[in-house]
């Protein structure tokens, strides 16, 4: 399959709780991102990585972090979610940083 | 800093029209690059087109064109004979060269979503 990956789909999660979203992608792309989307607000990059092994904070990383062990995964943690991050999260992916971005399908959460 | 803005929140039109969707950006890189991408109700982003800053010509792709004017800051999309599969949300986006404290990330509009009725 070429593309990105997310998982899950969608998550209801309890205040305080620990979680991680997945990112996959197979297009041995260098550059990967993680964006939040809220009504009003389009997207904003909460981090990236421009190569296996390094990352970077973007416009809204407060709450977040990332690893990038290796070149095709990007997970996403949210050590201690709170309600203000509900939020549909998206994945992204370029060959270079200001390639084009190529999205996955989103991952929807809700924070209770 | 960069900026995009999509002063058109909603827009309805009736099947067939044409339309046009406005995007004005800020920045103060002369190298960048426009995007334009389309969300439909289904949820994901699909990409349509990217321009770099040093090519206003304009372009065309069956019923969509886009019209880059640096000397306006602007990057709009129009939609001729418009479609009920055009509804969507559409995000108009900046990007700058990675170096100094850029990173190359996109900055988005806000977004304008279209409304196709038949």
């Known amino acids: 399959i070429a593309g990105i990956t997310q998982a899950p789909t969608s998550q209801i999660l309890a205040a305080g709780r620990r979680m991680t979203l997945r990112c996959t992608q197979d297009m041995r792309h260098n550059a990967m991102y993680w964006y939040r989307q809220d009504l009003g607000l389009g997207l904003r990059l909460i981090h990236y990585?421009?190569?296996?092994?390094?990352?970077g904070k973007g416009e809204v990383p407060d709450g977040y972090s990332v690893s990038r062990a290796n070149t095709d995964d990007f997970p996403l943690t949210l050590a201690s979610a709170v309600p203000s991050q509900t939020s549909v999260y998206f994945c992204?992916?370029?060959?270079?940083?200001?390639?084009?971005?190529?999205f996955g399908p989103g991952t929807r959460l809700t924070v209770l | 800093a960069q900026k995009v803005t999509q002063a058109q929140t909603e827009i309805s039109v009736v099947e067939k029209e044409d339309v046009t969707l406005d995007c004005v950006y800020e920045t103060r890189d002369t190298t960048y690059y426009l995007f334009w991408y389309k969300q439909p109700p289904s949820g994901e982003l699909v990409f349509l087109i990217r321009r770099n800053s040093f090519d206003e010509q304009n372009e065309i792709s069956g019923r969509y064109s886009w019209n880059f004017q640096k000397s306006t800051s602007s990057f709009n999309f129009t939609i001729t004979a418009s479609q009920v599969v055009d509804s969507a949300v559409y995000f108009c986006?900046?990007?700058?060269?990675?170096?100094?404290?850029?990173?190359?990330?996109?900055?988005f509009g806000q977004g304008t979503i279209l409304t196709v009725h038949p």
């Open positions: 986006a900046l990007s700058v060269v990675p170096g100094g404290t850029s990173y190359g990330k996109l900055t």
């Open positions: 990585s421009n190569t296996a092994g390094t990352t």
């Open positions: 992204a992916s370029s060959p270079e940083l200001s390639d084009t971005q190529y």
